[in-house]
């Protein structure tokens, strides 16, 4: 079973920046596409970013302008850099990956103070 470490949560003052990263077992070229979803206090998981096997990058408007994807295939690895944090990013954030088969991370806490 493939494994995704997420690492690089924490708590950051508003304004600040976080850069999470995920580390797959296996080489992430075999994936179709890999991302990171965030799910707040009594709400829904949501989908912030994504990047495709060919490079393709998806952000939620929420996000664009803020949080960038990228990924170094030497390291099996995706990063998630956020910028100009605000409170409302406040979550835990998941990354996934699609080979197809989905498989998820175990959550990273980011905390956004006012």
């Known amino acids: 079973q493939v494994q995704l470490v997420e690492s690089g949560g924490g708590l950051v003052q508003a304004g600040g920046s976080l850069r999470l990263s995920c580390t797959a077992s296996r080489s992430i070229f075999s994936s179709n596409a890999m991302g990171w979803y965030r799910q707040a206090p009594g709400k829904q998981r949501e989908l912030v970013t994504t990047?495709?096997?060919?490079?393709?990058?998806d952000y939620a408007d929420s996000v664009k302008g803020r949080f960038t994807i990228s990924r170094d295939s030497a390291k099996n690895t995706v990063y998630l850099q956020m910028n100009s944090l605000k409170p409302e990013d406040t979550a835990v954030y998941y990354c996934?990956?699609?080979?197809?088969?989905?498989?998820w991370g175990q959550g990273t806490q980011v905390t956004v103070s006012s």
């Open positions: 990047i495709t096997r060919q490079g393709n990058t």
């Open positions: 996934y990956a699609d080979w197809p088969q989905r498989s």
